[in-house]
């Protein structure tokens, strides 16, 4: 990928992750504090768990990916979120930290995006190129988490659409 390619997936993908953003905090706004333990089943992450890994590890990723380095300290993520004590603070830290992340990607110089980063041996490519995992992350743990908020008496926000819970035009 040259570095035109990577500045253009870049954009692209920021533009993408930006509107997720908006459905993200939609759905974290939706734990309630009181409920926020519910598991489904004994080996799910309970609300709480995906609530503020799916906020911190957003920002890991874009961190990661600014950096063209994946370095994971399972210690260091267990701290972050033992650093919230409300569902509400989780919110504001992700709707203060992600929009800074954006901004940062997108100022970011083109051959910076190109460079090379390693995730963990797995998969290695172009920095702007992990923007779509990091995106797929995201949603994998938002659907998760939406899929516990009517069983813990809370509302399903629309996502892509309407829910049963927000139907269309309502």
């Known amino acids: 990928m040259d570095n035109a390619q990577a500045k253009f997936l870049m954009e692209q993908l920021t533009g993408l992750w930006e509107s997720e953003f908006a459905m993200t905090c939609k759905v974290l706004e939706a734990v309630p504090d009181d409920k926020r333990d519910y598991k489904p089943d004994p080996k799910s992450r309970s ?7 799916l906020a911190t590890a957003d920002i890991w990723f874009l ?3 600014i950096n063209a380095q994946f370095n994971w300290d399972p210690e260091a993520a267990k701290a972050a979120a033992a650093g ?4 509400a603070e989780v919110v504001a830290f992700y709707k203060r930290e992600f929009p800074a992340r954006l901004a940062t990607l997108r100022g970011m110089p083109a051959d910076q995006l190109a460079r ?5 041996g797995l998969i290695k490519g172009p920095a702007a190129q992990f923007l ?3 995106n797929n992350h995201s949603v994998h743990h938002r ?3 939406a899929t516990h908020l ?5 509302k399903v926000p629309p996502i892509y659409g309407d829910s049963a819970d927000h139907p269309m035009g309502s």
């Not at 609300?47 to 890994?53: F, G, K």
């Not at 090379?116 to 963990?120: C, E, I, L, T």
């Open 150 to 154: 009517r069983a813990m008496g809370s």
């Open 47 to 53: 609300a709480w768990d995906l609530t503020t890994h």
């Open 132 to 134: 779509g995992l990091a």
């Open 143 to 145: 659907g998760q988490l």
């Open 63 to 65: 961190d990661s990916i």
């Open 84 to 87: 919230f004590k409300t569902v």
């Open 116 to 120: 090379q980063a390693d995730f963990f």
